[in-house]
């Protein structure tokens, strides 16, 4: 596999796991993307109590899996070229983790990673209302290269069910590592006035 097609995938124990279900489906779908996996404690919990999956099955989904708790894996360290990560959902003590610079786990350690190395690292945060700290983190982190990347809604392609809503913000994800996909119906312009 070449290196320039790994993509770090980390689930944070926020709310809404059924996002990164989703994007591991989808990416099992892509030939060339060698997914690395690192699912958090926390994460374990929300799969458990809003899907009722075990982690063993989403691990399953990825072609490379790490204990998060490893902070010697492969994926902690800058010399193991990747495309970069995507935290689906990031919880905002994940946010919080890798804004400060706190990296006690796999998961923050390995954002640090692509911080540092100025790879793409793409936050799904998953939060409502947001506080002003919350605020201030998002700055902190897009200030220091990664992308804000919040599950909003979009209807211009008329989603029929949840699932449609999950696949517009996988697709938006994909579009930032530039990962063609066909997951929603693109705005082409109406000419609104």
């Given at each position: 596999?070449?290196?320039?097609?790994?993509?770090?995938?980390?689930?944070?124990?926020?709310?809404?796991?059924?996002?990164?279900?989703?994007?591991?489906?989808?990416?099992?779908?892509?030939?060339?993307?060698?997914?690395?996996?690192?699912?958090?404690?926390?994460?374990?919990?929300?799969?458990?109590?809003?899907?009722?999956?075990?982690?063993?099955?989403?691990?399953?989904?990825?072609?490379?899996?790490?204990?998060?708790?490893?902070l010697g894996a492969a994926i902690s360290s800058g010399s193991f070229k990747t495309m970069g990560m995507v935290v689906i959902p990031c919880s905002m003590r994940t946010l919080a983790a890798i804004a400060s610079g706190y990296t006690p786990d796999l998961l923050t350690r390995t954002a640090d990673v692509c911080l540092k190395e100025r790879r793409k690292l793409i936050m799904v945060t998953r939060e409502t209302p947001l506080s002003l700290i919350h605020i201030r983190n998002m700055e902190t982190v897009t200030l220091a290269g990664a992308t804000i990347l919040p599950p909003v809604p979009a209807f211009y392609h008329h989603p029929q069910s949840i699932d449609d809503l999950l696949k517009q913000t996988v697709g938006k994800v994909l579009d930032q590592f530039e990962i063609e996909h066909k997951l929603f119906k693109r705005w082409e312009g109406k000419g609104l006035k």
């Amino acid at each position: 596999m070449s290196q320039n097609r790994r993509l770090i995938v980390g689930i944070s124990g926020s709310s809404a796991p059924q996002l990164a279900l989703t994007m591991l489906h989808t990416l099992k779908e892509v030939e060339d993307i060698e997914v690395h996996l690192v699912v958090s404690k926390g994460a374990e919990k929300s799969i458990a109590y809003e899907i009722g999956i075990t982690r063993k099955e989403v691990e399953a989904l990825g072609d490379v899996v790490y204990d998060p708790e490893d902070l010697g894996a492969a994926i902690s360290s800058g010399s193991f070229k990747t495309m970069g990560m995507v935290v689906i959902p990031c919880s905002m003590r994940t946010l919080a983790a890798i804004a400060s610079g706190y990296t006690p786990d796999l998961l923050t350690r390995t954002a640090d990673v692509c911080l540092k190395e100025r790879r793409k690292l793409i936050m799904v945060t998953r939060e409502t209302p947001l506080s002003l700290i919350h605020i201030r983190n998002m700055e902190t982190v897009t200030l220091a290269g990664a992308t804000i990347l919040p599950p909003v809604p979009a209807f211009y392609h008329h989603p029929q069910s949840i699932d449609d809503l999950l696949k517009q913000t996988v697709g938006k994800v994909l579009d930032q590592f530039e990962i063609e996909h066909k997951l929603f119906k693109r705005w082409e312009g109406k000419g609104l006035k």
